[in-house]
């Protein structure tokens, strides 16, 4: 692309970055902002005659699930009836591939950038994600030197596992790639991911891969067997680490929980980035007199406006851009409602005390809730935000921050949905939608006392 123009009214596109099978990823910069953007543009005739659509459709799922600091942010998606656009955080640094490439690291880089992949990698599979495809070239470096996980495009979601509950699909870069993988056998994504960490943290402190051969049968044996070699300078806890990640059995690799409580990992570990009420960056904290709860007053009189492919995206039967996108995967996550953004954040705030969840309010119509106990992966985190998509509609969305995905689900399912349902106008996924006609006596109350005030 040659020429440069405006996409949607908004980014101004640029330099091709890059490009491959299906697609290609340009510079853009956003009108408004400045800010510098990749957007990565699709051809739909392409990827439907390849049969690429749930691979396009599960990777937006994923990014859309896992925003997390080490891993390339997904701002929004476009869709024309030809092209598909994805707009994306722009990580200035490139590949670490192309620093691997010049050599090996020192071990303290190598730690570094090995410490920000375990955070985010442990992030994902939280969620229920495994990526599939870790290699050098899909970790990206910022201007800051940290690490970004991109290219979700063979990632896997819990939708995907088999009645034995595990993957079945031989995916991945075979260098990188776990044995149980590599054998065409069911396999845990999240276990098959800690290999090829293993894989990557060997190449960034050796320079080379730990299984390679000119003979690809040759190759594929030495990693069913986990036969590697450790080079002289190697310090004999990193060889300790990787002798226990690259470990051909899966039931007896190490675990992440392990692998962040040994001492060579915790070396120089800043404190990893995670969501935390009594933490959290927000503007004018106050104190609650009633229950001690970081609150912080709304400054907006009105919520953000919902992106309009979102809202399709979102709210219909799946990711239907043009009505290409279709599953029957539902979630309790998103709701529409037709009652004020101040009424639904007063509801919410109410339900979440009445579970003894602490709850601190932010601009732009978000309320953070975080659990009273320490569940199996620390306090369970949650963000509601809300959107404005009409006058008298606005989209509610509840996001995990950090904590369990499966105490996240209970607690959508079993507390969130029944709790709600009198400012609820239709759930993400179900066909029992009102018919709008009017607002609940809720809405209503909350209206009143809004105009009493």
Not at 106 to 130: M, P, T, W
Not at 144 to 164: T, V, W
Request: charged share 25%.
């Amino acid at each position: 692309m040659e020429e440069r123009h405006v996409l949607f009214g908004k980014y101004e596109m640029g330099r091709l970055l890059g490009k491959g099978t299906f697609a290609k990823v340009y510079y853009g910069k956003h009108l408004v902002s400045g800010d510098g953007v990749a957007i990565k543009v699709i051809n739909k005739d392409q990827v439907k005659k390849e049969g690429m659509m749930e691979q396009i459709k599960r990777e937006i799922s994923v990014m859309r699930l896992v925003r997390h600091p080490n891993v390339v942010e997904l701002h929004e998606v476009m869709a024309t009836k030809t092209k598909i656009f994805f707009v994306m955080e722009y990580v200035r640094g490139g590949e670490l591939f192309a620093k691997v490439a010049k050599g090996k690291l020192k071990e303290d880089v190598a730690r570094k950038y090995f410490q920000q992949l375990i955070s985010a990698v442990d992030f994902c599979h939280s969620r229920g994600v495994s990526h599939r495809d870790l290699k050098p070239e899909n970790l990206l470096l910022d201007e800051n030197g940290d690490l970004k996980i991109s290219d979700f495009g063979l990632s896997a979601l819990p939708e995907q596992l088999r009645n034995d509950g595990l993957l079945h699909t031989q995916c991945g870069t075979p260098a990188y790639v776990a044995p149980e993988v590599l054998r065409k056998k069911g396999y845990d994504g999240s276990v098959a991911d800690i290999w090829s960490c293993g894989v990557i943290l060997y190449v960034l402190l050796a320079g080379f891969l730990p299984f390679q051969d000119e003979n690809v049968m040759k190759m594929y044996r030495k990693i069913f067997r986990a036969e590697f070699e450790c080079p002289q300078w190697f310090t004999s806890e990193a060889k300790r680490l990787i002798s226990k990640l690259l470990v051909a059995d899966p039931q007896r690799r190490i675990s992440i929980p392990a692998i962040t409580r040994v001492p060579w990992f915790r070396k120089g570990l800043s404190k990893p980035v995670a969501f935390s009420l009594e933490e959290s960056n927000m503007d004018n904290k106050t104190e609650d007199a009633d229950n001690c709860s970081p609150v912080v007053n709304l400054k907006v009189s009105s919520p953000k406006f919902f992106n309009a492919f979102e809202f399709i995206s979102s709210m219909s039967s799946g990711f239907d851009l043009s009505s290409l996108f279709e599953t029957k995967r539902k979630t309790a996550s998103i709701f529409t409602s037709k009652c004020s953004a101040r009424a639904i954040i007063s509801k919410i705030e109410s339900v979440a005390k009445g579970l003894n969840f602490k709850v601190a309010k932010a601009k732009d119509f978000k309320v953070w809730l975080q659990g009273p106990t320490e569940g199996r992966k620390g306090r369970l985190s949650v963000m509601a935000e809300v959107f404005e998509v009409a006058p008298e509609v606005a989209v509610v969305e509840f996001s995990k921050s950090a904590g369990d995905t499966l105490e996240y689900a209970k607690f959508c399912e079993e507390d969130v949905r029944p709790a709600l349902k009198d400012i609820v106008w239709s759930w993400q996924g179900d066909n029992n939608v009102c018919n709008g006609s009017s607002r609940s006596k809720y809405c209503e109350n909350q209206s009143l006392q809004g105009e009493a005030n």
